[in-house]
C-alpha cells in the first residue's frame, strides 16, 4: 500500500455478485501487535497482516523511531530491538487516532512518551481521558498542555489496579500492554474483551506474559523478558460482516472464507430475525439469496453486543427490508452522517438524532454522488452503490482504504462494477 492519493470510487450497481471472497487479517488487532511488538527485542513475524494505510502509518512512525520492517504479501518481519527513545513523530501520531496505543508500550519501555493531543473526528469527539485515568492510576505523572501529552514515570510502577468506570477498547489495550512489562501483577477491572483485544492478550501470552480473562476483569502478570514470535492475526470481522451484509443486501450467493464465525455471533442472530438464509462452517460463512429480508431493531453496545462498526453497513441493509426499523448508536455521539448519502440514493429514513434514525423499506436506491465519511460510512456507501440502479460516484475512497485492502480488485472477482478514479 504505497500512494495515498485522492481517489474517487465509480460503481455501476445492480450487477449481479456471487462466488468466494476471502477475508484478510484484523486491521484493529494488526496495529495493537505492531505496538505492542516494541516491547520485544528480536525478530517477531506477523502473518495475515492486512495491506491497509492504517497499518502502514504504524510501521511509517515506528520506522521513524529506528524500527525496521519488511513485508511479503501478508507476512511482516519486524525489529525493534533499536528503537531510539524519541517521541513519536507528531504529524503522523495526528493521522491516526489508533497512534494512542504506542503510550502503553513506550511508556513501558523507556519511562515517558510524549503524544500530540488526538483531535475529534467525524464519528464523534473522542476524547482520552480513559487512558489518563488508567495511566494516572497506575502511576504515570501526565502533563498536558493545548498541544500535547506528556506521560513519565518518576519511580517505577508498582502492583496496580485500574478500574474503568466506562469501558474503552483501545485504553484496555493500551493498560494490558503497558502491563505484560511489568515484574508486578496489574489488574483491570471493566475491561474491553473484544476479539481484536483478546487477540492481543494472545500474542503477549505467547511472547511469555501470564493473563487471565475473567469476564471483563483481566489479570496480568508481566516480564521484562518477554520473547520474540511468529503469530498468526485473527480474520477482521468487521470486513467479514461488510461482505456478509453486501452479499445479503445485492441477493447474491456469496461464499466468504478465512473468517471466524464465532466473532459474529450478533450479526448472525439479527441475520436469522431478518430471514436471511447462511451456512457456516469452521471458517466459512456462505450467504444465500433471501428474496424477503425483514426489518428489525439494531441496538450497538461493547463485545458481545452488536459492534458498533457494523452499525453503518446493517443501516444499509435496513433499506432493503420490509417495514420500519429503529437505529441506535450507543457507543459513539455521531455515527449516522452517512445516513444522509443514503437518503442522496433515495433511502426512506427519519432521523431523529445524532445517534437514532427510524428506517423504512424495501426502497430501492438509485446512483448518486456521495462522499465517504469514514471508514465503515465508505464501505456502507460502496454496497449502497451496488445494490443501486445506475451510476454511484463516492469521493474520499482513501478513507476505505484505512481498512479494507484493495477493496476494488476484491469485489470485481465477484461481479462488482467499481473502479477506482484518482482525482
Ligand atoms: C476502537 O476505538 C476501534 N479502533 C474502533 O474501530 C471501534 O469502533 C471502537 O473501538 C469501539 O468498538 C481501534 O481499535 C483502533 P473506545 P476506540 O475507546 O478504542 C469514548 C474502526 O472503524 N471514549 O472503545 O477509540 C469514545 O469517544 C474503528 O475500525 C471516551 O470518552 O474506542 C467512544 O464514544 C473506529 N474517553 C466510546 O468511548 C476515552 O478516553 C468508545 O470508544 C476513550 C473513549
Redesign the pocket.
Known amino acids: 500500500m504505497k500512494s495515498q492519493q485522492t481517489a474517487k470510487f465509480i460503481i455501476h450497481g445492480l450487477n449481479p455478485l456471487g462466488g468466494e471472497i476471502e477475508v484478510y487479517g484484523s486491521?484493529?488487532t494488526a496495529?495493537?501487535i505492531i505496538a505492542a511488538s516494541v516491547l520485544i527485542p528480536g525478530q517477531v513475524i506477523l502473518n495475515n497482516v492486512p495491506d491497509i494505510l492504517?497499518v502502514q502509518k504504524m510501521i511509517s512512525i515506528l520506522e521513524k523511531m529506528g524500527g525496521i520492517f519488511s513485508r511479503q504479501d501478508h507476512q511482516l518481519t519486524l525489529d525493534l530491538t533499536d528503537l531510539r527513545p524519541i517521541d513519536p513523530d507528531p504529524d503522523l501520531v495526528r493521522q491516526m487516532?489508533?497512534s494512542?496505543?504506542l503510550v502503553g508500550p513506550l511508556l513501558a519501555r523507556f519511562g515517558k512518551v510524549s503524544i500530540p493531543h488526538p483531535g475529534g473526528c467525524l464519528?464523534?469527539?473522542?476524547?482520552?481521558?480513559?487512558?489518563?485515568k488508567a495511566f494516572r492510576d497506575l502511576g504515570a505523572e501526565i502533563i498536558e498542555n493545548q498541544h500535547n501529552c506528556q506521560f513519565k514515570f518518576s519511580q517505577s510502577p508498582q502492583a496496580k489496579k485500574v478500574i474503568f468506570n466506562?469501558?474503552?477498547?483501545?485504553?484496555s489495550?493500551n493498560v494490558i500492554i503497558f502491563a505484560a512489562f511489568q515484574k508486578q501483577k496489574t489488574i483491570i477491572e471493566n475491561a474491553?474483551i473484544?476479539p481484536?483485544v483478546i487477540d492481543l492478550i494472545e500474542f503477549l501470552k505467547l511472547a511469555g506474559a501470564k493473563i487471565q480473562v475473567l469476564g471483563r476483569r483481566i489479570e496480568i502478570l508481566g516480564t521484562q523478558q518477554l520473547k520474540p514470535l511468529n503469530y498468526k492475526i485473527i480474520p477482521d470481522r468487521?470486513e467479514a460482516a461488510t461482505f456478509a451484509i453486501m452479499a445479503a443486501a445485492s441477493r447474491g450467493n456469496l461464499n466468504i472464507k478465512h473468517l471466524n464465525p464465532d466473532h459474529l455471533t450478533s450479526l448472525l442472530s439479527k441475520f436469522q430475525a431478518m430471514g436471511i438464509k447462511f451456512e457456516k462452517g469452521k471458517d466459512f460463512l456462505y450467504i444465500k439469496n433471501s428474496p424477503k429480508i425483514l426489518a428489525t431493531n439494531i441496538f450497538t453496545a461493547?463485545?458481545p453486543g452488536f459492534?458498533?462498526?457494523i452499525q453503518s453497513p446493517m443501516g444499509l441493509l435496513l433499506t432493503q427490508a420490509e417495514g420500519k426499523s429503529r437505529l441506535k448508536e450507543n457507543?459513539?455521539?455521531n455515527r449516522l452522517g452517512y445516513l444522509l448519502e443514503l437518503q442522496k440514493m433515495g433511502a426512506k429514513i427519519k432521523i431523529i438524532n445524532s445517534k437514532e434514525a427510524i428506517i423504512f423499506g424495501p426502497t430501492p436506491l438509485h446512483g448518486a454522488k456521495i462522499n465517504s465519511l469514514?471508514?465503515?460510512a465508505g464501505a456502507t456507501l460502496i454496497i449502497g452503490g451496488l445494490i443501486a440502479k445506475g451510476k454511484t460516484e463516492i469521493l474520499q475512497a482513501e478513507n476505505i482504504d484505512r481498512?479494507y485492502e484493495k477493496i476494488e480488485e476484491r469485489l470485481k472477482k465477484i461481479g462488482a462494477r467499481i473502479e477506482r478514479v484518482l482525482i
Open positions: 486491521k484493529n496495529i495493537k492504517d487516532r489508533a494512542i496505543v464519528i464523534g469527539p473522542r476524547p482520552i481521558d480513559r487512558h489518563l466506562k469501558i474503552s477498547v483501545t485504553a489495550e474491553a473484544e481484536e468487521i461493547e463485545y459492534p458498533t462498526d457507543i459513539f455521539e469514514d471508514l465503515r481498512g
